[in-house]
Nanobody, 121 residues
Framework: QVRLEESGGGMMMRPGDSLKLSCAASGPFLKVFRMAWYRQRPGHQRELVADFGDHGGLYYADSVKGRFEAATNSAKTAISLLMNNLQPEDTALYLC??????????????WGQGTQVTVSS
């Protein structure tokens, strides 16, 4: 079974703090086409934060540009998100997302369980 395992959240942060989230794909997958971070803030729709798409580029949401830095390996099997200058509006459940092929399907979507980031003074 393919899994996305996130780590790095679950702590109370102060405004201005930095925090790094990580996510790795595990299980019998064949190829990862896309890996991304989304977040779910209270009262908001799920939002794309950073995206390593199959086009080879990197997308950031306007709300995090200049503060967040995403990184991945060459196979896009792992992704990290370094969040600098955290603000209360960054409080959210951060979810790892992947599109990949596995032994059962040539293409499918997968979500991690999410890791909570809370920013408060």
């Amino acid at each position: 079974q393919v899994r996305l395992e996130e780590s790095g959240g679950g702590m109370m942060m102060r405004p201005g703090d930095s925090l790094k989230l990580s996510c790795a794909a595990s299980g019998p997958f064949l190829k990862v086409f896309r890996m991304a971070w989304y977040r779910q803030r209270p009262g908001h729709q799920r939002e794309l934060v950073a995206d390593f798409g199959d086009h080879g580029g990197l997308y950031y949401a306007d709300s995090v540009k200049g503060r967040f830095e995403a990184a991945t390996n060459s196979a896009k099997t792992a992704i990290s998100l370094l969040m600098n200058n955290l603000q209360p509006e960054d409080t959210a459940l951060y979810l790892c997302y992947a599109e990949l092929s596995d032994l059962e399907r040539p293409w499918g979507t997968h979500w991690g369980q999410g890791t909570q980031v809370t920013v408060s003074s």
